[in-house]
C-alpha cells in the first residue's frame, strides 16, 4: 500500500519561532533592516543608538516609501505580520521588478536576536502614523495610531530593550559592518546611512568598504552580467579575505568557506575584494551562506578563467616580496657589522674600508661604510655581477634625519702606544638611526685617567697618549639646540701592542653582499667567495631550513653566519679556541645593532 500526501506545518507558532532564532548574528540582522529601507527606496537612513528611560534601543528611520498600504489607503501591517515566509518582494521580483534583497518574509522575525520588543512605525494616506508593536516569543501583533505632531514619510524601526549582549553594540563596529556588508548596495543606490551613537557621543557616516592593495584591472572578464570579481593584491596577511556578494549585499565574508574555494588563489592570504554572483541561492534562516545547488558550480566554472592568473600574478607578488626581505636583511647586517667594526679596536679589525684615513696619514674613525652591494640570490651555483646606486640620488622624504636622539664614540674603545694619537670620531643619530649632522655642537672631556685632548669642540678629535700606560675615560657631549646627548669611550694606552695583522694580497672591499645556493645534504653552512666579495649560504642546510620559519631568527642565523666567514678571513692562522673568542666577540657587538 502507497501511502502520500503533502507537507505542512504541524506547529505553526514552534516554526515561526525557530526561524526567528536561525538568524545567530545580531549585527545581520541590523543589516537586513536597513537592507529593508534600501528595498523601500530610502535615501537617507538614520541609525540611532541610545538609552531611554533605563533602557538601551536601537533605532533605524528612513525616508522611503513605508510600508506598502492596504484598500483604505493604511499601512498593511496585517498583511507584513500574517504573510511571514511570503515576501512581497518575491512577488515582485517574479514581475521583473530589480534591485531588491529580500524574499523569505523573515527579516523582521531577527529582531528576536537584538531586542525584546519591536516598534514599526509608518503613515497612511490619511497623514496620521501607525505603529505596530510585537514582543519577542509572543505570538500576537498589535497595531495602533501613533500621537504625533506631525506625519512623516518613510518608515520608523525601534528595538528596545537591548538584548545584554546587544548593549555593548558601538557605533563604529556598526558602521564598519554596514560598510562591507552593504559596500555595493551603497554604491549602486547612493544611499546615505548615518549612525548616531548617543551612549559614545559620537557620529559615523557609513562609507563603502575601500580595499588596501592593488587594483589587478587584467584579469579576464567573466562572460555573465551577473559575475563579476573585483580584486586587489596586495601584501601577504593572513587576514586578507575575498568576500562573495549577492546583489550588492555580502554572503560570506571568505569565499575560502567553500570547500571549492579553498585553494589558492583564494586562500593565499594576497587578495582582498569582492566576487559578485547575483543568481546565487542563499540559506534562508542566517542569510549568510549559499546553498550548493547548480548556481554554486555555475559560479565555480566562471571563476576558472582568472585563477590562472591570479596565480601567476601572486607568484610574481612572492618573488618581489622575497628579493625586497632579502634586500632587507643585507642591508641590516651590513649596518650592524658596520657599527660592531666602529667599536672594536680599529687594529685588530681593518678588513674593509669602513675606516678611512686623513690626507696626512693619521687614521680617523669614521661611519663611511662601503656601500651595500646588491643582493644576489638564485638556487643553484652563485653568479657574479653587481651594480651600485647612481651617486647623487635624491634622497627620499623619510631619508631626512629627525632631532638628535642619541650619541656615540667611534671607537667606544681603543688600544694606543704611550706618546702616540688616536682620532675619536662623534656620531650622532636620531631615534630611527639616521646620522645627524645639522645644528650640532660638541665638547670632549677627559673625566679619568692622563692624555691630552686636540680640538675639543669639533666632531673629530685627536686624543694624546700619556708617556706611561694607563687607562683613560673621555666624554662626549653633544647638543643640539636644548637636547643634550653623552656618551663614553675607554682608551688604553699601553707598551705591548698586539701583532699588525698580515698584509693581504687584495686591497680592502666593502662589507660582503650574501647569495643563497641549495645543496641538501652537504654540511657546509656558509662559504666565503673572496673574488667576488660574497657570501655563499647554503639554503639547503637543515639550519638554514629551521631558521627561515622566523624571520627574526633568519636574520640572526645570516649574521653569525657573516661573523663566521668574516672572523676565519681575518684571523688567519690563530688557533681554534682564539677564532671561537673573538667569533663571540664579533656577535655580541654585531647582534645589539641588529635590528
Given at each position: 500500500?502507497?501511502?502520500?500526501?503533502?507537507?505542512?506545518?504541524?506547529?505553526?507558532?514552534?516554526?515561526?519561532?525557530?526561524?526567528?532564532?536561525?538568524?545567530?548574528?545580531?549585527?545581520?540582522a541590523v543589516a537586513e533592516f536597513v537592507e529593508n529601507?534600501?528595498?523601500?527606496?530610502?535615501?537617507?537612513?538614520?541609525?540611532?543608538?541610545?538609552?531611554?528611560?533605563?533602557?538601551?534601543?536601537?533605532?533605524?528611520?528612513?525616508?522611503?516609501?513605508?510600508?506598502?498600504?492596504?484598500?483604505?489607503?493604511?499601512?498593511?501591517?496585517?498583511?507584513?505580520?500574517?504573510?511571514?515566509?511570503?515576501?512581497?518582494?518575491?512577488?515582485?521580483?517574479?514581475?521583473?521588478?530589480?534591485?531588491?534583497?529580500?524574499e523569505f518574509g523573515i527579516g523582521l522575525l531577527s529582531?528576536?536576536?537584538?531586542?525584546?520588543?519591536?516598534?514599526?512605525?509608518?503613515?497612511?494616506?490619511?497623514?496620521?502614523?501607525?505603529?505596530?508593536?510585537?514582543?519577542?516569543?509572543?505570538?500576537?501583533?498589535?497595531?495602533?495610531?501613533?500621537?504625533?505632531?506631525?506625519?512623516?514619510?518613510?518608515?520608523?524601526?525601534?528595538?528596545?530593550?537591548?538584548?545584554?549582549?546587544?548593549?555593548?553594540?558601538?557605533?563604529?563596529?556598526?558602521?564598519?559592518?554596514?560598510?562591507?556588508?552593504?559596500?555595493?548596495?551603497?554604491?549602486?543606490?547612493?544611499?546615505?546611512?548615518?549612525?548616531?551613537?548617543?551612549?559614545?557621543?559620537?557620529?559615523?557616516?557609513?562609507?563603502?568598504?575601500?580595499?588596501?592593495?592593488?587594483?589587478?584591472?587584467?584579469?579576464?572578464?567573466?562572460?555573465?552580467?551577473?559575475?563579476?570579481?573585483?580584486?586587489?593584491?596586495?601584501?601577504?596577511?593572513?587576514?586578507?579575505?575575498?568576500?562573495?556578494?549577492?546583489?550588492?549585499?555580502?554572503?560570506?565574508?571568505?569565499?575560502?568557506?567553500?570547500?571549492?574555494?579553498?585553494?589558492?588563489?583564494?586562500?593565499?592570504?594576497?587578495?582582498?575584494?569582492?566576487?559578485?554572483?547575483?543568481?546565487?541561492?542563499?540559506?534562508?534562516?542566517?542569510?549568510?551562506?549559499?546553498?550548493?545547488?547548480?548556481?554554486?558550480?555555475?559560479?565555480?566554472?566562471?571563476?576558472?578563467?582568472?585563477?590562472?592568473?591570479?596565480?601567476?600574478?601572486?607568484?610574481?607578488?612572492?618573488?618581489?616580496?622575497?628579493?625586497?626581505?632579502?634586500?632587507?636583511?643585507?642591508?641590516?647586517?651590513?649596518?650592524?657589522?658596520?657599527?660592531?667594526?666602529?667599536?672594536?679596536?680599529?687594529?685588530?679589525?681593518?678588513?674593509?674600508?669602513?675606516?678611512?684615513?686623513?690626507?696626512?696619514?693619521?687614521?680617523?674613525?669614521?661611519?663611511?661604510?662601503?656601500?651595500?652591494?646588491?643582493?644576489?640570490?638564485?638556487?643553484?651555483?652563485?653568479?657574479?655581477?653587481?651594480?651600485?646606486?647612481?651617486?647623487?640620488?635624491?634622497?627620499?622624504?623619510?631619508?631626512?634625519?629627525?632631532?638628535?636622539f642619541s650619541a656615540r664614540i667611534s671607537p667606544a674603545?681603543?688600544?694606543?702606544?704611550?706618546?702616540?694619537?688616536?682620532?675619536?670620531?662623534?656620531?650622532?643619530?636620531?631615534?630611527?638611526?639616521?646620522?645627524?649632522?645639522?645644528?650640532?655642537?660638541?665638547?670632549?672631556?677627559?673625566?679619568?685617567?692622563?692624555?691630552?685632548?686636540?680640538?675639543?669642540?669639533?666632531?673629530?678629535?685627536?686624543?694624546?697618549?700619556?708617556?706611561?700606560?694607563?687607562?683613560?675615560?673621555?666624554?662626549?657631549?653633544?647638543?643640539?639646540?636644548?637636547?643634550?646627548?653623552?656618551?663614553?669611550?675607554?682608551?688604553?694606552?699601553?707598551?705591548?701592542?698586539?701583532?699588525?695583522?698580515?698584509?693581504?694580497?687584495?686591497?680592502?672591499?666593502?662589507?660582503?653582499?650574501?647569495?643563497?645556493?641549495?645543496?641538501?645534504?652537504?654540511?657546509?653552512?656558509?662559504?666565503?667567495?673572496?673574488?667576488?666579495?660574497?657570501?655563499?649560504?647554503?639554503?639547503?642546510?637543515?639550519?638554514?631550513?629551521?631558521?627561515?620559519?622566523?624571520?627574526?631568527?633568519?636574520?640572526?642565523?645570516?649574521?653569525?653566519?657573516?661573523?663566521?666567514?668574516?672572523?676565519?678571513?681575518?684571523?688567519?692562522?690563530?688557533?681554534?679556541?682564539?677564532?671561537?673568542?673573538?667569533?663571540?666577540?664579533?656577535?655580541?657587538?654585531?647582534?645589539?645593532?641588529?635590528?
Amino acid at each position: 500500500m502507497t501511502n502520500s500526501g503533502r507537507l505542512r506545518i504541524g506547529d505553526d507558532w514552534n516554526a515561526i519561532s525557530i526561524i526567528a532564532l536561525s538568524q545567530q548574528n545580531p549585527l545581520k540582522a541590523v543589516a537586513e533592516f536597513v537592507e529593508n529601507s534600501i528595498d523601500a527606496s530610502a535615501k537617507k537612513i538614520t541609525i540611532t543608538r541610545g538609552r531611554e528611560k533605563g533602557q538601551h534601543f536601537l533605532r533605524i528611520k528612513d525616508d522611503g516609501n513605508g510600508i506598502p498600504r492596504d484598500e483604505q489607503g493604511l499601512p498593511n501591517f496585517r498583511y507584513v505580520a500574517t504573510h511571514i515566509c511570503d515576501s512581497i518582494k518575491r512577488q515582485l521580483k517574479e514581475k521583473g521588478t530589480r534591485g531588491l534583497q529580500g524574499e523569505f518574509g523573515i527579516g523582521l522575525l531577527s529582531f528576536w536576536t537584538v531586542g525584546e520588543e519591536l516598534l514599526l512605525t509608518s503613515s497612511g494616506g490619511d497623514g496620521k502614523a501607525y505603529q505596530m508593536r510585537m514582543r519577542k516569543g509572543d505570538p500576537k501583533y498589535e497595531v495602533r495610531p501613533k500621537a504625533t505632531l506631525f506625519s512623516e514619510g518613510g518608515t520608523e524601526l525601534m528595538i528596545r530593550p537591548l538584548l545584554p549582549g546587544i548593549k555593548q553594540f558601538s557605533g563604529e563596529k556598526l558602521q564598519w559592518y554596514l560598510a562591507s556588508e552593504l559596500r555595493d548596495r551603497i554604491r549602486q543606490t547612493g544611499v546615505q546611512i548615518k549612525i548616531v551613537d548617543r551612549t559614545s557621543r559620537a557620529e559615523f557616516n557609513v562609507e563603502p568598504r575601500q580595499f588596501e592593495g592593488r587594483l589587478l584591472h587584467q584579469l579576464t572578464r567573466v562572460t555573465s552580467s551577473q559575475t563579476y570579481a573585483e580584486l586587489y593584491l596586495n601584501r601577504l596577511d593572513p587576514t586578507n579575505a575575498v568576500g562573495l556578494y549577492r546583489a550588492g549585499t555580502r554572503v560570506m565574508d571568505n569565499i575560502c568557506e567553500l570547500p571549492m574555494f579553498a585553494r589558492p588563489p583564494w586562500s593565499s592570504g594576497y587578495l582582498q575584494g569582492i566576487v559578485e554572483a547575483g543568481y546565487l541561492n542563499l540559506t534562508p534562516g542566517t542569510r549568510t551562506g549559499v546553498i550548493h545547488d547548480e548556481s554554486l558550480t555555475r559560479l565555480e566554472t566562471e571563476l576558472q578563467p582568472i585563477e590562472e592568473q591570479l596565480l601567476k600574478v601572486i607568484e610574481e607578488q612572492r618573488h618581489a616580496e622575497e628579493e625586497r626581505a632579502s634586500r632587507d636583511v643585507l642591508r641590516s647586517i651590513q649596518k650592524a657589522i658596520k657599527e660592531a667594526i666602529l667599536t672594536l679596536p680599529a687594529e685588530e679589525y681593518d678588513w674593509f674600508d669602513i675606516r678611512e684615513e686623513t690626507t696626512n696619514g693619521a687614521a680617523q674613525a669614521g661611519t663611511a661604510a662601503a656601500e651595500c652591494e646588491p643582493l644576489i640570490i638564485h638556487e643553484g651555483p652563485a653568479q657574479s655581477g653587481s651594480s651600485r646606486a647612481a651617486p647623487g640620488e635624491q634622497k627620499q622624504f623619510f631619508d631626512y634625519p629627525g632631532p638628535l636622539f642619541s650619541a656615540r664614540i667611534s671607537p667606544a674603545s681603543a688600544v694606543i702606544e704611550v706618546n702616540g694619537r688616536k682620532n675619536l670620531r662623534a656620531i650622532a643619530r636620531d631615534r630611527a638611526q639616521r646620522l645627524v649632522e645639522d645644528g650640532l655642537a660638541f665638547r670632549w672631556l677627559i673625566i679619568d685617567g692622563e692624555g691630552q685632548l686636540e680640538n675639543d669642540s669639533a666632531e673629530i678629535i685627536t686624543f694624546h697618549a700619556p708617556a706611561e700606560p694607563g687607562l683613560t675615560k673621555i666624554q662626549l657631549v653633544v647638543s643640539q639646540g636644548e637636547v643634550r646627548c653623552e656618551a663614553e669611550a675607554l682608551l688604553t694606552s699601553t707598551k705591548s701592542l698586539l701583532p699588525a695583522p698580515k698584509a693581504r694580497e687584495t686591497a680592502n672591499q666593502g662589507i660582503p653582499a650574501y647569495t643563497f645556493q641549495r645543496s641538501a645534504g652537504e654540511l657546509w653552512r656558509s662559504r666565503l667567495d673572496a673574488d667576488r666579495n660574497l657570501v655563499v649560504v647554503n639554503s639547503g642546510h637543515r639550519d638554514f631550513v629551521y631558521a627561515a620559519r622566523n624571520k627574526a631568527l633568519k636574520l640572526r642565523y645570516i649574521c653569525r653566519l657573516y661573523a663566521k666567514e668574516l672572523v676565519l678571513r681575518n684571523f688567519v692562522g690563530l688557533p681554534p679556541e682564539q677564532l671561537l673568542e673573538r667569533l663571540i666577540e664579533l656577535t655580541l657587538y654585531t647582534e645589539e645593532n641588529l635590528k
